[in-house]
């Protein structure tokens, strides 16, 4: 297991590489440079203060040893500056990553309450009516996009009825029961999606378990079907089930960007968006960055995970 | 004579050569054969059937366009804003008095048309890099697969994002932004495509069939091509059909965001996020670009799952 993953550490190298590249790649191709930029705002002509400042951003030197530059900077948390607020892009990061886990923890978490339930019912009672309506609900599910939903989640429960609000954000530090109330509409919407797929996912793992021989061998000892079903199956079935939730939390911390953009959430996936508005270059790099190397750690912790709870998968 | 009996017939006598015949003709009769063992099989699911029945009406209704619009979809009316469905006016018309009919249709020709010129974009640089990674194993497979973990690693819309804000700073319009929205979302499906047919590829090359044209003197490339790729299409098929589902609620959201079309075009997200500010007073027009986009995506998604049914037989037989 070590060794293993030992492997797999080192493997990452080459896709952050890949990540770093091609975030670094992404303000070199766009057109202009930080010295146009500069230029425009300081009303600079002249060629001899364009080449004094070249240098000084280390705008002469070659592609390369500016992507080196870069990269040392970025290992040691030195992302630049914004753009638009003047301050260092890492703060303006932590203070957002909290809001967009906080999102998508609990979107997760509803989605896991509703679909291991649902998706375990419609296997086990196949063909029933049950597991037609599980179905067809999931498949709308999926079929919606997560932004119409919200909308109409707001057009119902906030502009009709008044109940919620229709966005905002308060920090659950700050004041727990606001925080909640603020967050059921955007949870929701994150969650029915994401419900919609685990329950076809934990439906469809349930059956490929249901149909083993040692469910047979458990009901020919005799044990209640109850047992077989929920203490031997469901606990193997679920193993899937817990992985791809675990990739899709990851998934979320850059899928939220609608939902965030809609509810007005402060959370990364806004933050990348407005800068993407603004034009503010430092914190798109590191926002996109930030969450990549994330969504690796992730994909790693979770598939060591797996190994864990399922030792019959080798370590090849 | 048992079910395999009958289908080695058929293929024999498919195979047979008529006198007269020549071999292109050969080839369109297997063709024909082909296509509709194919059409008896998909109507044995009634997901499936379903599915395909509504992706025929989409795609009658994308070439149809021009025909079935009633009003020019970009054209403002000031006399005629924010009206209810009527006569005139199928859905209503928006807050510039423009027909949301003819826009949900001219919106969805452009969609759709994207979502499958991304989508088979898609496939052509994932397959080749995929079947090549896993026929040829080694250090082929280990550089290409970090390659494309590279890419995978990017979440949720990000990868898409960049592209696009690239686009928008080079002032692409018309087009040009559409082919870099295919582009973006071709590209980034690519990794998905060439994992797919990776591991298909890995399975198959240890067969046998791979040996025998290996000693038939075929070259490792030509294998490849010929004899792996085809073995390895089902998968892909699926997850194509399902991908292009996935495009089309991609290609809404960022639109939603204000970063796909350029108004005026005629969008489903565009077209829903503009929604918004009328829609305490007027909820109808968020109504119908949001149907267009769930029909859309759930014809597809009908789809997939049928032909997941029909190409991997051990889930329905249970």
């Known amino acids: ?316 | 004579m048992s079910e395999v009996d009958v289908q080695l017939d058929a293929r024999r006598r498919v195979d047979t050569l008529r006198e007269d015949e020549t071999p292109w003709r050969i080839r369109w009769r297997r063709v024909k054969t082909g296509f509709s063992t194919a059409l008896s099989e998909l109507l044995k699911s009634r997901t499936a059937t379903i599915g395909s029945l509504m992706i025929l009406i989409l795609l009658t209704l994308v070439v149809l366009t021009p025909w079935l619009a009633t009003h020019n979809p970009i054209k403002p009316n000031y006399r005629e804003r924010l009206e209810g469905p009527s006569v005139e006016h199928y859905f209503g018309t928006d807050r510039l008095g423009r027909d949301i009919y003819s826009r949900v249709l001219y919106g969805g020709q452009r969609t759709i048309s994207v979502s499958i010129a991304a989508v088979a974009l898609g496939l052509a640089l994932g397959i080749p890099l995929g079947i090549f990674a896993g026929y040829f194993g080694g250090r082929v497979d280990a550089i290409s697969m970090r390659f494309v973990d590279g890419f995978l690693a990017f979440p949720g819309l990000l990868l898409y994002l960049l592209i696009v804000t690239l686009a928008r700073e080079w002032k692409l319009e018309g087009f040009w932004n559409d082919a870099i929205l295919v582009f973006a979302l071709g590209f980034a499906f690519m990794p998905e495509a060439a994992r797919l047919s990776r591991s298909t590829a890995l399975v198959e090359s240890q067969k046998e069939y791979v040996e025998a044209a290996h000693i038939m003197g075929e070259g490792r490339f030509r294998t490849a091509m010929a004899q792996v790729l085809p073995n390895c299409v089902s998968p892909l098929i699926v997850n194509a059909t399902v991908r292009l589902g996935y495009m089309i609620l991609i290609i809404a959201a960022l639109s939603f965001l204000g970063l796909g079309s350029s108004p005026p075009t005629p969008d489903w997200g565009a077209d829903l996020s503009a929604a918004q500010e009328h829609m305490e007073s007027h909820p109808m027009i968020a109504v119908f670009p949001g149907v267009a986009i769930c029909i859309s995506v759930l014809s597809f998604n009908l789809f997939g799952d049928g032909l997941r049914d029909i190409l991997d037989p051990r889930l329905v037989e249970r």
Not at chain 1, 125 to 148: C, H, K, M, V
């Open chain 1, 1 to 316: 297991m070590l060794v293993y993953t030992i492997n797999r550490l080192i493997q990452l190298i080459p896709v952050i590489l890949i990540l770093s590249i091609v975030v670094f790649g992404f303000v070199q191709l766009l057109p202009g440079d930080v010295i146009d930029t500069l230029a425009d705002e300081e009303m600079i002509d002249d060629p001899e203060i364009r080449k004094a400042l070249e240098k000084e951003y280390g705008l002469d030197k070659p592609i390369y040893m500016q992507y080196f530059y870069w990269m040392a900077h970025v290992v040691q948390g030195d992302f630049g500056k914004s753009m638009v607020t003047r301050r260092p892009v890492y703060i303006e990061l932590i203070e957002r990553i909290p809001a967009t886990l906080y999102l998508a923890l609990i979107g997760i978490g509803i989605s896991i309450v509703i679909a291991i339930p649902l998706g375990t019912l419609a296997a086990v009672r196949r063909n029933s009516a049950t597991d037609y309506t599980a179905q067809t609900t999931s498949l709308i599910g999926i079929s919606i996009p997560e932004f119409w939903f919200a909308i109409l989640c707001i057009l119902l429960f906030s502009l009709h009825l008044g109940w919620l609000p229709s966005s905002g954000y308060v920090s659950p530090d700050e004041n727990l029961a606001k925080s909640v109330i603020y967050l059921i509409l955007p949870a929701v919407a994150v969650g029915f999606r994401q419900a919609a797929f685990t329950t076809r996912l934990t439906r469809s793992s349930m059956l490929d378990e249901i149909n083993k021989d040692y469910v047979d061998t458990g009901r020919s000892l005799g044990l209640p079907e109850r047992r077989v079903i929920y203490k031997y199956t469901l606990r193997n079935a679920l193993i899937p089930t817990i992985t791809i939730s675990g990739l899709q939390l990851a998934n979320l911390m850059g899928g939220t960007v609608v939902l965030e953009s809609i509810f007005a959430w402060p959370g990364i996936g806004l933050t990348i968006y407005q800068g993407i508005l603004l034009r503010d270059y430092p914190v798109i790099q590191a926002g996109v960055l930030v969450l990549g190397v994330f969504v690796v750690l992730v994909n790693l912790f979770v598939d060591l995970l797996y190994r864990v709870l399922n030792p019959r998968v080798g370590l090849g």
